[in-house]
């Protein structure tokens, strides 16, 4: 403060640091911007500041709205001239004029926050308080410096400040100024979602937010910023029964879940929590007041409620829509019998939020009944206990079953669809139940299992039959199908990825076809062979397929461009197509080699995916 005063005396200026930072000296709480207004241009102060910080500071100026900021690692300076503002009736952006400092300070928002502090040096730290903040500040109250009417619909944006403040400091707000709030509340529409949002993450990270919802429901706001919440107020009754204020609960959660911690979020997801209760309320004879699947109800209407007001669309909102659908799950374990699969079956669902889930749950446990509160938190935490000790004994939180829905797909040749779906649960039910261990062998036999119940047939067609064989080259892997060859090469892996391809069961036992070509292999290293005469089964494109049965004819030797051989395929333009194949399919060594000839003639090397054909022809060359 004395840097920026003494610049601004060098420079003749009268200058003040005044608004939210003066009102926080006062108030003990820590702040990092601040705000000052100069009687002229506030932008020269701001370039003379940031000048004499030197290398720490950076330095932005916004012309159009004559204002400059200067940053540093640890200040938010903002400069502004002392500026007299007036209002249209349908935007909150006003016509801004060059004033006094008092001018200013009337067009801040409340008392507490239009006190000024002098920073030249010869009336250094005078207070400039014309409103009686400090006075406001001593009674704890809330109250705009000129007539609220005017103040509030000039700005509607201030009533959604009146009420976070009031939340944040634990102020009141001064009856006339609510009353106007209330008048005014409608205008509330000129304002965007984006900046009410932030209005309403003050209110949830203060320390009782239950406040600030509270005074958004007396002044008329809430049902205009948020019907779903307003649509949970309310007693109804049938044949003398009621059920509980679920606005009113809801608050009180929201509160218990902000004493317990102070993630935001969870504190969004206890303000969610019963939000589907007053889609779902039904009066039944037998049971009375019921609100059966409000928390899937509730959980479907999250991202809706996180879209329409500009929250995040995140993995926040995942969690907080994960929240509001799992709320009931500890409780029921509390009420009924706690067997290990169930502990088993929440610890999956809730994974790493399991913790949050309980803060939220032993929040939710609210009752007037002191005695009931009393003994349902002691079974709560019991079910916590067995929380811990399964989770130590069967490590289920965040396990995933070992056989995954790509796996099923290939294995019966399904696309996505139901019974991959219930195959997969059915796995995962198995394991949280305890019926099959968490490996692989059982789970494949499930796997098959359940299939046969639904009648799928294994899509295997028969085998993928590989053997591993010596050469001069290097031991050499081969694979084939009923269909024909379909692998050659150096290793294993190799044989399962096109196994997958192929949707065929990897198998290690020599076929009829197998025997044929470990003959004809040895023929070929012998040199009694040049050309193989076995069927292969190929993947690809059915031009792909064309192309690569076109170069199974080209006769031992013969030199042919990729482009050649794409116009005897019937498409001129299909040399990549016949690369592509050629790489496709991993037993290149049936067909003759792929040189590639440079325009000069010389050898330039070989077509990709042929390394195999590379080893056998320096082979040759010994
Ligand atoms: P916080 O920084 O905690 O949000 P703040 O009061 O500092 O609170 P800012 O938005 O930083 O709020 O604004 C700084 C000052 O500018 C305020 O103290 C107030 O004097 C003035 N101000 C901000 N917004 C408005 C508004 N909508 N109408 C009138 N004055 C405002
Ligand atoms: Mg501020």
């Not at 218990?256 to 039904?282: I, P």
Request: charged fraction near 25%; proline fraction near 5%; charge should be positive.
């Amino acid at each position: 403060m004395k840097l920026v005063g003494s610049t601004a005396d060098e420079l003749h200026r009268e200058c003040y640091v005044v608004g939210g930072y003066v009102r926080d000296i006062f108030l003990e709480r820590p702040s990092n911007d601040m705000d000052f207004v100069t009687v002229g241009s506030g932008i020269d102060v701001a370039r003379a500041v940031a000048k004499r910080l030197g290398k720490r500071a950076h330095l932005a100026v916004f012309r159009t709205y004559g204002t400059a900021q200067v940053k540093t690692r640890q200040w938010e300076l903002e400069f502004v001239g002392a500026r007299r503002e007036s209002y249209h009736r349908e935007s909150r952006n006003p016509i801004v004029e060059d004033g006094t400092l008092d001018d200013d300070q009337k067009r801040r928002d409340f008392t507490i926050n239009a006190m000024a502090i002098c920073l030249n040096k010869d009336r250094y730290g005078e207070l400039l308080d014309p409103f009686d903040g400090i006075g406001d500040m001593e009674r704890r109250i809330i109250r705009t410096p000129l007539d609220p009417d005017i103040t509030f619909s000039d700005d509607p944006l201030r009533m959604m400040r009146a009420v976070r403040f009031a939340t944040q400091l634990g102020f009141e707000i001064y009856p006339e100024t609510f009353e106007a709030i209330r008048r005014n509340a409608k205008r509330i529409h000129i304002i965007t979602r984006e900046r009410i949002a932030e209005e309403l993450m003050k209110i949830m990270r203060s320390p009782q937010p239950s406040r600030g919802w509270k005074l958004l429901d007396q002044c008329g706001l809430l049902p205009l910023i948020f019907p779903e919440l307003a649509a949970l107020k309310g007693v109804e009754t049938m044949n003398g029964r009621g059920h509980k204020d679920n606005f009113l609960h809801t608050l009180q959660v929201l509160d218990n879940v902000a004493q317990a911690s102070d993630s935001v979020w969870l504190r969004w997801a206890a303000l969610l929590h019963d939000v589907g209760k007053a889609r779902t309320k039904r009066w039944d004879p037998q049971l009375g007041w019921t609100f059966h699947n409000h928390n899937f109800i509730g959980e479907k209407m999250v991202p809706k409620i996180f879209a329409k007001m500009r929250l995040p669309l995140n993995e926040h909102m995942k969690y907080v829509k994960k929240l509001v659908g799992l709320h009931m799950r500890p409780i029921a374990l509390v009420e009924e019998e706690v067997t290990d699969s169930a502990v088993r079956r929440l610890l999956f669902d809730a994974g790493d939020d399991i913790d949050d889930l309980m803060i939220l749950c032993k929040a939710d446990i609210t009752s007037k009944n002191q005695n009931k509160v009393q003994r349902f938190r002691e079974n709560f935490d019991l079910v916590k206990r067995k929380l811990v000790d399964i989770e130590e004994k069967d490590r289920v939180r965040n396990f995933q079953p070992p056989i995954d829905g790509e796996e099923i797909m290939t294995t019966f040749g399904l696309a996505p669809s139901r019974p991959v779906g219930y195959i997969k649960d059915a796995i995962k039910e198995a394991i949280l139940d305890g019926a099959i261990t968490n490996h692989y062998a059982p789970a494949y036999r499930l796997m098959l299992d359940k299939a046969t119940e639904l009648g799928i047939q294994h899509a295997h067609q028969g085998q993928l039959c590989y053997t591993t064989i010596s050469s001069p080259v290097g031991s050499l892997t081969i694979a084939a199908s009923e269909k024909g060859i379909a692998y050659l090469g150096w290793d294993k892996a190799g044989v399962e990825k096109v196994a997958k391809k192929l949707r065929l069961q990897p198998v290690e036992t020599v076929t009829p076809l197998l025997s044929q070509c470990i003959k004809q292999l040895g023929e070929y290293f012998d040199g009694t062979r040049r050309e193989f005469s076995l069927p292969l089964h190929l993947t690809g494109t059915e031009y792909q397929l064309k192309a690569w049965s076109e170069l199974q004819k080209i006769p031992y030797g013969e030199t042919i461009s990729y482009g050649e051989q794409a116009t005897r395929s019937g498409n001129p333009k299909g040399a990549r197509a016949i690369a592509q194949a050629n790489h496709n399919n991993p037993v290149s060594i049936v067909v003759p080699c792929h040189r590639v000839i440079n325009a000069d003639g010389t050898l330039g090397g070989y077509a990709p995916g042929i390394d195999i054909k590379q080893r056998l022809l320096s082979l040759e060359k010994h």
